[in-house]
């Protein structure tokens, strides 16, 4: 959900404010009630909540790959009779 900054031309109250997308926008300012509550542009911002790949997903999975490889690399045990040895 994305979080925009609002500012009153009012009284200067500004504050971040967690909506949807689809709601509109705010225009009552919360601290002197005055009908110059507006949007202002900012850089993009938002939270992310639940489980999802930045969290669960891909966290510490780079050695895993890396580890399969070096095994796969490894050739097998020998026998102590090997002619490799």
């Known amino acids: 959900m994305p979080i925009y900054d609002y500012q009153c031309s009012s009284c200067g109250c500004k504050k971040e404010v967690m909506r ?3 709601e ?4 009552t300012c919360p601290s002197c009630g005055l009908e110059t ?3 202002q542009v900012s ?5 992310l909540s639940g489980t999802g790949w930045y969290a669960t997903d891909f966290k ?9 490889a070096e095994e796969a ?5 020998c026998n ?3 002619a490799c040895h």
């Not at 850089?43 to 939270?47: I, K, L, R």
């Not at 690399?73 to 045990?77: E, H, L, Q, R, Y």
């Open 73 to 77: 690399a490894a050739p097998a045990a």
């Open 37 to 39: 509550f507006s949007k």
């Open 60 to 68: 510490g999975s780079g050695s895993k790959p890396a580890k399969k």
């Open 43 to 47: 850089a993009p911002s938002f939270q």
């Open 20 to 22: 949807k997308v689809s």
């Open 80 to 82: 102590p009779g090997c």
């Open 24 to 27: 509109p926008n705010l225009t």
